[in-house]
């Protein structure tokens, strides 16, 4: 190796380094991307199926009985898709904030935080 590789190897390190919390970052927001397509789909697949389930009623208490299974399953699928996200976005924010800290920069944001909770307080 010459002395001009190994000159560019710590800058390349350096590089990677620096880009490491914007890898965290795209693959994060690509991971949330894919659980709000999974949301869609079922919702998109239950809006789909409404008419069909409803069709099939032969009483009003059917009428009732399907409405809520729709909407209680409407609520498990954002119930879960909310879990994921946090699931998935999670170790990003502690990975900021263990940034953060230790570039004594949540050490500064600390005291506004509590500031701003004193103003709101008052």
């Given at each position: 190796m010459t002395q001009h590789h190994r000159a560019e190897r710590p800058i390349d390190q350096q590089v990677d380094e620096m880009l490491?919390?914007?890898?965290?970052?795209?693959?994060?927001?690509?991971?949330?991307?894919?659980?709000?397509?999974a949301l869609?789909?079922?919702r998109t697949a239950?809006?789909?199926?409404?008419?069909?389930?409803?069709?099939?009623c032969r009483s009003p208490s059917d009428l009732?009985?399907?409405?809520?299974?729709?909407?209680?399953?409407?609520q498990r699928n954002y119930a879960s898709y909310a879990e994921a996200v946090l699931r998935t976005a999670k170790p990003a924010i502690e990975r900021a904030e263990r940034d953060m800290a230790a570039d004594g920069r949540g050490q500064k944001a600390q005291p506004q935080?509590?500031?701003?909770?004193?103003q709101q307080a008052a």
């Open positions: 490491e919390p914007i890898r965290t970052l795209v693959h994060t927001a690509a991971d949330v991307q894919s659980e709000f397509l869609c789909t079922k239950a809006y789909l199926d409404l008419p069909r389930q409803l069709s099939a009732v009985e399907e409405q809520i299974d729709f909407l209680t399953t409407m935080r509590e500031q701003k909770s004193q």
